[in-house]
């Protein structure tokens, strides 16, 4: 089996005086082959770690907890949006999409443990002051086909429609509907939170419009849905801080 490897370097860069600019000539991040080539097939990953993880404690440890997610089984799946791309993390491969028109990122799909171990190694090198060269065995493992995960997606998709229904609810919105949906009269709704009658009514419409949905207990089903959601996501990604 061919013999590779992972190198992290310091970015080099040139000068143009006439423009007052500043031009980076390299990525920090390549494969190489035993002769020192640059492995084509590997640039869509190197691409997308130099132009996404930025700090070691910052973008660089949320997606370490993104695979850790992964690797403990907690999540079968992940999208993680970044500022040029978006990864899709499974088990077993990980792929990546350019959101301005770079390289289809399933030619350069890599295996679950490729993609770990370049982050890894690329985040020990964002968090050394000095930016040292690092130089680590990279395995040459075929690349898994990419999983049909419509499913997933489908069920996502839903989860931030009703995410995004949820932010529109301001606090205020929320403290009403928590009134209601404890089963107090409206007179004691009112009573409780200083409103007069005709404004509990247009919060009734309101909530409605915002909400897009036709009635409060569909409202109710879906911030119990959200609220349990966030809760144990929030739990899962606490336990690999």
Same mark, same amino acid.
């Given at each position: 089996?061919?013999?590779? #490897?992972?190198?992290?370097?310091?970015?080099?860069?040139? #000068?143009?005086?006439?423009?007052?600019?500043? @031009?980076? =000539?390299? #990525?920090?991040?390549?494969?190489?082959?035993?002769?020192?080539?640059?492995?084509?097939?590997?640039? #869509?990953?190197?691409?997308?770690?130099?132009?996404?993880?930025?700090? *070691?404690?910052?973008?660089?440890?949320?997606?370490? =907890?993104?695979?850790?997610?992964? &690797?403990?089984?907690?999540?079968?799946?992940?999208?993680?949006?970044?500022?040029?791309?978006?990864?899709?993390?499974?088990?077993?491969?990980?792929?990546?999409?350019?959101? @301005?028109?770079?390289?289809?990122?399933?030619?350069? *799909?890599? =295996?679950? /443990?490729?993609?770990?171990?370049?982050?890894?190694? @690329?985040?020990?090198?964002?968090?050394? %002051?000095?930016?040292?060269?690092?130089?680590?065995?990279?395995?040459?493992?075929?690349?898994?086909?990419?999983?049909?995960?419509?499913?997933?997606?489908?069920?996502?998709?839903?989860?931030?429609?009703?995410?995004?229904?949820?932010?529109?609810?301001?606090?205020?919105?929320?403290?009403?509907?928590?009134?209601?949906?404890?089963?107090?009269?409206?007179?004691?709704?009112?009573?409780?939170?200083?409103? &007069?009658?005709? +404004?509990? &009514?247009? @919060? +009734?419409?309101?909530?409605?419009?915002?909400?897009?949905?036709?009635?409060?207990?569909?409202?109710?089903?879906?911030?119990? %849905?959200?609220?349990? %959601?966030?809760?144990? +996501? &929030? *739990?899962? /990604?606490?336990?690999? +801080?």
């Amino acid at each position: 089996m061919a013999v590779l #490897t992972l190198a992290c370097r310091p970015r080099e860069w040139v #000068t143009i005086p006439e423009e007052g600019k500043h @031009y980076s =000539t390299d #990525t920090n991040l390549h494969v190489c082959d035993a002769s020192g080539a640059i492995v084509s097939r590997f640039e #869509t990953l190197c691409a997308s770690l130099d132009e996404d993880i930025q700090s *070691a404690k910052g973008s660089g440890r949320d997606m370490q =907890t993104n695979v850790e997610l992964i &690797a403990s089984g907690e999540e079968p799946y992940i999208e993680a949006g970044g500022n040029a791309w978006v990864f899709f993390l499974t088990p077993e491969v990980v792929w990546f999409e350019g959101q @301005y028109s770079q390289t289809d990122g399933e030619d350069g *799909a890599v =295996t679950f /443990e490729q993609f770990s171990l370049a982050l890894r190694t @690329y985040v020990r090198f964002l968090a050394d %002051r000095d930016h040292g060269p690092i130089e680590v065995p990279f395995p040459d493992d075929p690349t898994p086909e990419i999983p049909d995960v419509s499913e997933i997606r489908e069920r996502l998709e839903q989860e931030s429609v009703e995410e995004a229904r949820i932010y529109q609810l301001i606090t205020r919105d929320r403290e009403v509907l928590g009134a209601i949906h404890t089963g107090m009269s409206d007179a004691d709704v009112c009573a409780q939170l200083k409103l &007069a009658p005709e +404004r509990l &009514a247009q @919060y +009734r419409v309101e909530v409605l419009e915002k909400t897009g949905l036709s009635s409060l207990e569909e409202i109710f089903d879906m911030i119990d %849905r959200v609220d349990l %959601r966030l809760a144990a +996501r &929030a *739990a899962k /990604e606490a336990r690999w +801080r």
